[in-house]
């Protein structure tokens, strides 16, 4: 594993510390809200401020963007930083949450990790490298038919107040799977297809510090990554992740 890849997992462990020492605190934790629908916590916050002079401390060349910081310095290459991804989940005191960290270089993933503390799982990827969770390398399922298949999704369309939303598109897809999850991490949805737990993810209106890294720990366990039209490449308005057998089965009801 190269030293990126050391030194960023020891900054993410660290980070994720700090999350747990607010996560085993929660009656003193303040949580506002950026829309009635969006919460951030001080915990959200003090994760980023560490990654953020952690990170730029160690890696001077590489810029930032972290969601509640915005970005700074060089964003052609630049750490995409999401520093707790669940922070609903993460408020209720509930397990599914993570911190997602991605080195973007000329806007491709070079490296990427998902730390989720409170089940103390680590996934992380190197680009053209292969993906590892807590040190072993993962890959997608072997699930070949729809209607077998267990998939994952969110509703960020929802805390948007879409009408052109995921209701009716879960419905259908629904109807013709054996399982359906919505865990409530975007970050760790992606990692659970490479890890095989789940067959396909699928959301629409994310960000990119939403998936930059659990895409290309996705793709490096060896799902295929498109849009809803099923164009490759990493599009957080519309992300659709599969383990490759159930693509052309599931595309046409997206
Ligand atoms: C949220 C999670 C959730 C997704 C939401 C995102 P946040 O991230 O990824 O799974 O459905 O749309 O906003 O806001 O907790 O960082
Ligand atoms: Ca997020
Ligand atoms: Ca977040």
Known sequence: MTDLLVNLEHAVRTAGAIAM??????????????????????????????????????????????????QSANQNARWVVDPIDGTHSFA???YFWSISVALEIDQEMKVGAVYAPALDDYYCAEQDKGAWK????????????????MVATGFA??????TNNNLERFARIAQLTTGQRR???AAMDLCLVADGQVDAFWEQELNLYDVAAGALIAKEAGATVTDFQGNPGIFPKQI????GKIFEQILPLM
Do not use: M
Request: charged fraction near 20%; glycine fraction near 8%.
């Open 21 to 70: 020492a607010h996560f085993n605190d929660l009656k003193n934790l303040t949580v506002s809200k950026k829309n009635p629908r969006d919460f951030v916590t001080a915990a959200d916050v003090a994760v980023e401020a560490f990654l953020k002079h952690a990170l730029t401390e160690k890696y001077p060349q590489y810029g930032f963007w972290g969601e509640e910081s915005g």
């Open 92 to 94: 209720r005191g509930q």
């Open 134 to 149: 807590n040190g072993q390398a993962i890959s997608v399922s072997s699930e070949s038919q729809l209607a077998d298949a």
């Open 157 to 162: 369309c929802l805390r948007a107040y879409l």
């Open 183 to 185: 865990f409530g991490s």
């Open 240 to 243: 659709l992740a599969t383990n």
